[in-house]
């Protein structure tokens, strides 16, 4: 049972437009998000995190939304550069008394000139 | 400032023989983590040092796999006997402790790829 879903495998979006990477999660318990970007042959590298008592964090290019009654949160990426292609995964953090995180099975994003 | 190292990079041995994984944390980071990631799915957990003693080893697969942490700076994770369902890369994070139950971002090694045959 995944706790942690990320529904598109993949998103193809144009140089200077908006990229948008979806997660869903179903344990409330969450109470820190994580956004990691990976790619190939490297580890995942943390790239922004929101805690459960906001809606919102937003540094530089890119912002993190969430949506705690739908369970949602999405990263926003604006503008997009075709450095940004990557491997993007969702992670939460099950709780106060552990820091084991989970993780979505991630997004690949392409960006094009 | 180093990151995490992790070695060897890859490795392919035989059903039925030993591993041993090694990750070097970030120095002065308290807690080190080991993850799995299994032919393109998710990164799943598999335990949480605080030093050198085992926080939680709740997603460790089985008792093939033995990870340490001898003086609580780096950690091995030996796999034995391999089983062809190991494969996968392994990686290894670690992050700093701000008191009790919350710590920074786990900042992760580049992994090692393990393949059993």
């Known amino acids: 049972d995944q706790q942690v879903k990320q529904n598109s495998p993949s998103l193809s979006v144009q140089e200077g437009r908006i990229s948008i990477l979806n997660c869903d999660y179903t344990?409330?318990?969450?109470?820190?998000f994580l956004w990691y970007k990976k790619y190939p042959a490297e580890g995942p590298t943390f790239l922004i995190s929101?805690?459960?008592?906001?809606d919102k964090n937003e540094d530089g290019r890119f912002t993190v939304f969430l949506n705690k009654s739908a369970k949602h949160l999405s990263l926003h990426i604006v503008p997009s550069q075709p450095g940004d292609s990557a491997v993007y995964f969702c992670?939460?953090?099950?709780?106060?008394?552990?820091?084991?995180?989970?993780f979505g099975t991630g997004t690949r994003l392409q960006v094009f000139p | 400032e180093a990151g995490v190292t992790q070695f060897p990079s890859h490795s392919v041995i035989e059903k039925g023989q030993t591993v041993t994984l090694r990750c070097d944390p970030i120095?002065?980071?308290?807690?080190l983590y080991w993850y799995r990631r299994v032919m393109g799915k998710e990164i799943k957990f598999l335990l949480h040092?605080?030093?050198?003693?085992?926080?939680?080893e709740s997603g460790m697969p089985n008792n093939r796999f033995l990870a340490e942490r001898t003086g609580g700076t780096y950690s091995t994770l030996k796999v034995q006997p391999a089983e062809l369902e190991d494969s996968g890369v392994y990686f290894c994070?670690?992050?700093?402790?701000?008191?009790?139950?919350?710590?920074?971002?786990?900042?992760f090694g580049p992994g090692t790829r393990l393949t059993v045959t």
């Open positions: 120095s002065g980071h308290d807690n």
């Open positions: 040092f605080v030093k050198e003693s085992k926080q939680d």
């Open positions: 992670a939460a953090r099950q709780g106060y008394n552990t820091d084991k995180l989970i």
């Open positions: 344990n409330s318990m969450f109470d820190y």
């Open positions: 994070a670690s992050s700093q402790s701000l008191g009790q139950g919350s710590s920074y971002e786990q900042y």
């Open positions: 929101i805690s459960s008592i906001k």
